[in-house]
Every structure is written in structure tokens, then in C-alpha cells.
């Protein structure tokens, strides 16, 4: 059984950093292309950031580029998702998420993910 479980959100003042860490098991890691998605009120579950299984390609949605680093230790089966320079329109839930064993590209929509972890609220003041 995949579990994924998403910690390290809170609430953070404008300009501040956030480390979110996703913790996989029940799969081939090293195998698994991973994702972090973040879905506000009332919007869709929009792709952030995203690294395939060796960690040798990585994709940013254009609002995260240049502040949003993601990485992965295959060794330690996680996942992690740095943020700086956070703004309040960053404030959602959080969600990390792995699309079916055997993927090497980078899927962009929600759809083409099927293990999702509970999701983890991440809060930015003005």
C-alpha cells in the first residue's frame, strides 16, 4: 500500500521560507516521478513543482519559479519542497503526489497522479 504524508506547513508572514517534506513508502521510490500540488478555495489542484525519479529533470509552475526548489532523497524515500519569498497568494493546502510506477516524464495535471498524500496547509500573511 503507497501511503504519502505531507509535513511542515504552518502560517508565515509575507517574504518568509517554508520547507514542506513528503515521507513515501509502500513503493519504488527512486522509480516514482514526485509532485507537489496546492489547491486554494474554490480553485482547482494546480501542479507547483515536480522532479522525476532520479531527480535528473524538474518542472516549476511559472508563479513558483525562481522561489520554490524542489528536491528528493531517494535514499531517505522523501521528497521536499523549499519555499521563499512567500506571498499570501501562495496560501493552500498542499498536497504531495506520485503518478502511476513505471512514468519518467513529468505529468502536469492532477489526473495523471493516483497516490496523493492528506495535504498540508500552508498560510501566508500580508
Known amino acids: 500500500q503507497v501511503t504519502l504524508v505531507e509535513s511542515g506547513g504552518g502560517l508565515v508572514q509575507a517574504g518568509g521560507s517554508l520547507r514542506l517534506s513528503c515521507a513515501a513508502s509502500g513503493l519504488f521510490f527512486s522509480g516514482y516521478t514526485m509532485a507537489w500540488f496546492r489547491q486554494a478555495p474554490g480553485k482547482e489542484r494546480d501542479i507547483v513543482a515536480a522532479?522525476?525519479?532520479?531527480?535528473?529533470?524538474?518542472f516549476y509552475a511559472d508563479s513558483v519559479k525562481s522561489r520554490f526548489t524542489i528536491s528528493r532523497d531517494n535514499a531517505k524515500h522523501t521528497a521536499t519542497l523549499q519555499m521563499n519569498s512567500l506571498k499570501p497568494e501562495d496560501t493552500a493546502v498542499y498536497y504531495c503526489a506520485a503518478p502511476p510506477g513505471g512514468i519518467r516524464s513529468i505529468p502536469r495535471i492532477a489526473s495523471g497522479y493516483n497516490y496523493w498524500g492528506q495535504g498540508t496547509q500552508v498560510t501566508v500573511s500580508s
Open positions: 522532479i522525476t525519479g532520479n531527480g535528473g529533470s524538474t
